[in-house]
């Protein structure tokens, strides 16, 4: 079946710094999701990728999706303690009906 | 987005019996599913709950163990049966309103099995 691997594990950094989280698919996607859950909380939708090499923002946080739809990665800015919590990508399967989650970046912010 | 009310939030269960989790929308969608989420760890798709028919499993998930019912658009359950301490888990339902769209999500039930 369909696998997406996501790196770091997890991440600590401290209040201010960048932050990157990185996905991986063996097979050319047609979109990428990414999901964030805050600790106790659960999966809350960000935002959808489409396009080879689209870049969206929102605030401090930028997606990339790679040339090839085989990549894709979460970046965030200057990092708060609010961000703190478990970044999730999660790929379509080819038909488009079910997600596959990567394993999570759970970050962790020092105030 | 949809209003997604699932419950009961948590429970905590003695090994053998089974507990039903429901999942009410406030509007019709065309896909539910159901996902665990072991302690630490990332979603795995449980089923998808289908409207007047069976649910279709994914692998490792059989119907015995996990029944599903979704008897309209807007609701649906699903049972653990005979529980034992790795049924241990947050369970949640999602919906999503088209084929490639994004999926939200209930908040949850934490379940927890002595």
């Known amino acids: 079946g369909q696998q997406v691997m996501q790196i770091p594990q997890y991440q600590h950094v401290q209040e201010g710094e960048d932050f990157t989280t990185y996905c991986n698919s063996s097979t050319t996607l047609s979109n990428i999701q990414w999901y964030k859950q805050r600790p106790g909380g659960h999966p809350v939708f960000l935002i959808q990728?489409?396009?080879?090499?689209e870049v969206k923002k929102q605030k401090r946080l930028t997606f990339q999706f790679g040339e090839a739809k085989k990549n894709s990665s979460l970046h965030i800015t200057a990092t708060q303690t609010t961000d703190v919590g478990t970044y999730f990508c999660a790929a379509p399967n080819n038909a488009g009906n079910m997600l596959t989650f990567g394993g999570g970046t759970r970050l962790m912010v020092k105030p | 987005s949809a209003v997604i009310s699932q419950k009961p939030s948590r429970d905590i269960c003695q090994r053998g019996t089974s507990l039903t989790i429901q999942c009410q929308v406030d509007?019709?969608?065309?896909?539910m599913f159901w996902y665990r989420q072991q302690p630490g760890q990332s979603l795995t798709l449980i089923a998808t709950a289908n409207q007047g028919s069976e649910a279709t499993y994914e692998s490792g998930f059989v119907i015995d163990k996990f029944p599903i019912s979704r008897p309209n658009l807007t609701f649906s359950t699903l049972t653990v049966s005979n529980m034992s301490p790795e049924d241990s888990s947050i369970y949640l339902c999602?919906?999503?309103?088209?084929?490639?769209?994004?999926?939200?999500f209930g908040d949850g039930t934490r379940l927890s099995i002595l």
């Open positions: 509007s019709q969608v065309t896909m």
């Open positions: 990728l489409v396009k080879s090499g």
């Open positions: 999602s919906v999503k309103g088209d084929r490639e769209g994004p999926q939200h």
